[in-house]
């Protein structure tokens, strides 16, 4: 299959790889760029855990053809932490969030474009943002309240 | 048409592992030249803090930080054997077996830590915080990481211990068939109230109302969590999940996550939950298990409290609107159980 350029800003970083048309980009993340935070859940759109952040947006990368991101600026969970824990990771841990750890990325992902956005959301609000992620483990309260609990922390800060 | 209130109870008895004799978990513990400590098992660690509580276990018995514990997990090839994370055995039979190899690791630096200051193994106490010393002079001291490198690189010891922990065998009495298959329960019990639509058949779960009773909660927020996401997955038993709709028809069986029903984040109801903590005589410093008895009182609980709200007794699992539906057209109606008030109750009796 014809390999295409595919230039882009990775969480900050300009790369550049080839992709073999039709690759979707979490493949093209994963296995071409090397980073391993967008997991592969379903493969069909249905569970969330390869969310990732395209100009702002939250992605599925599954079903995103990796050659659609050529100048586009993609975020991923393995851009969060910068020198030190993201807030929401911070509040991730803290408010025991995560067993598997499967839908965490993914989590992250939809959680920041929320607050990005809406820095008060309410319940209902932070339901809404993650009602695309699927999570197996926790009964999703704990990550509720994370998300909820980051919210407030950047409003007092 | 209307929507029916309802509530219902269920309490359980779990039995912790699988019984009747066997169910072994084995740990190994050594002491590395650094001073820190290695736990070597197979058990898995899916997510539910297998290596948190061990790593727990393993320090309190060891005496030491739980920062010098590391534990190493989930291979069988590096790991002596386990039968596995599943029963809500791993904290109970791993913890277990974890203590008895602590505690023979820990004799083993108590003896290196006697020989260099010179005193008898049995006057010797540790504090947590790495250090082992005299009882009652603390000044006559040494680090543990020391005693652990004086034992290693001077006197020739491996400072390590074995562990296994197996449940005997029950024996069946021949003449009355008695026999001791559990040697360790957790229990609970929850209320719960749902909403059902007498038109469409669905339920809401509305609250939860639960208490636990788990042993000691070794590891008090990993517990919490368990309990949250376990009795979630109690009600997504009880009206959502099945992978054989129309068992032994294996027709509209689900492929994937399209057509596998589950809740969601906006399916949530507040679970109020209360932790009861009764030390289990054989549990590792007094632990059960909270894994899978989670789940369990949802799902009569739930059952219970459709039939409180419609009359429809479903005794086939999961709870759907069809069933809901077809039972209230059976009925000829949705039949609320008659509530008394206070004072009905009384008379009554």
């Given at each position: 299959m014809a390999k295409k350029p595919v230039t882009f800003i990775l969480n900050g970083s300009e790369r550049a790889a080839f992709a073999e048309e039709g690759l979707n980009l979490l493949e093209f993340l994963r296995?071409?760029?090397?980073?391993?935070?967008p997991k592969y859940g379903c493969g069909q759109g249905t569970c969330g855990a390869c969310t990732v952040i395209i100009d702002g947006e939250t992605h599925l990368s599954c079903l995103t053809m990796a050659v659609a991101i050529e100048g586009r600026k993609v975020e991923t969970a393995s851009g969060l932490a910068n020198g030190k824990v993201h807030p929401l990771q911070e509040a991730f841990m803290e408010h025991f969030a995560a067993q598997c750890g499967y839908c965490t990325p993914g989590m992250l992902m939809s959680a920041k474009v929320l607050l990005d956005r809406n820095p008060a959301p309410t319940r209902a609000d932070v339901i809404e943002a993650i009602s695309g992620n699927l999570c197996r483990c926790t009964g999703y309260e704990p990550i509720i309240d994370a998300i909820l609990a980051t919210a407030n922390m950047r409003r007092l800060a | 048409m209307a929507m029916h209130r309802g509530r219902g109870f269920a309490s359980i008895n779990y039995p912790i592992g699988m019984n009747l004799g066997g169910d072994p978990s084995q740990a190994l513990v050594h002491s590395n030249p650094d001073g820190k400590f290695t736990v070597a098992l197979s058990s898995i660690d899916l997510g539910q803090g297998m290596k948190s509580v061990t790593r727990q276990i393993a320090a309190e018995t060891l005496g030491i930080p739980v920062a010098d514990v590391y534990v190493d997990t989930a291979d069988s090839d590096t790991g002596p054997h386990c039968m596995g994370s599943f029963a809500s055995r791993g904290t109970h039979r791993v913890g277990n077996a974890v203590i008895q190899a602590a505690q023979e690791a820990r004799a083993v630096m108590l003896e290196a830590a006697a020989e260099e200051l010179e005193v008898d193994a049995t006057d010797l106490v540790t504090d947590g915080r790495g250090n082992i010393h005299v009882k009652g002079a603390t000044s006559r001291s040494i680090t543990t990481m020391a005693a652990c490198q004086a034992a290693q690189f001077k006197q020739g010891r491996t400072v390590s211990g074995r562990g296994i922990f197996l449940i005997p065998l029950s024996e069946v009495d021949p003449e009355t068939g008695e026999m001791t298959p559990v040697s360790c329960f957790a229990h609970a019990a929850m209320l719960v109230e749902v909403e059902v639509d007498d038109e469409t058949g669905e339920v809401s779960v509305l609250d939860m109302q639960s208490a636990y009773e788990v042993g000691r909660a070794l590891n008090p927020r990993l517990v919490e969590q368990q309990l949250v996401g376990g009795a979630w997955m109690g009600m997504s038993h009880a009206l959502w999940e099945t992978t054989e709709p129309y068992y032994p028809d294996r027709s509209h069986g689900p492929v994937d996550f399209n057509n596998y029903l589950m809740p969601g984040p906006g399916d949530l109801a507040p679970h109020h939950i209360s932790v009861l903590e009764r030390p289990a005589p054989d549990g590792p410093f007094g632990g059960k298990g909270p894994g899978e008895m989670c789940a369990n009182p949802v799902l009569p609980a739930v059952a219970n409290a459709v039939y409180d709200a419609v009359g429809v007794r479903i005794d086939e699992l999961p709870i759907t609107p069809e069933k809901v539906l077809r039972g209230i057209r059976a009925n000829g109606g949705a039949r609320p159980k008659m509530r008394l008030t206070r004072t009905q109750f009384a008379g009554a009796r």
């Open positions: 296995r071409g760029i090397g980073d391993l935070s | -």
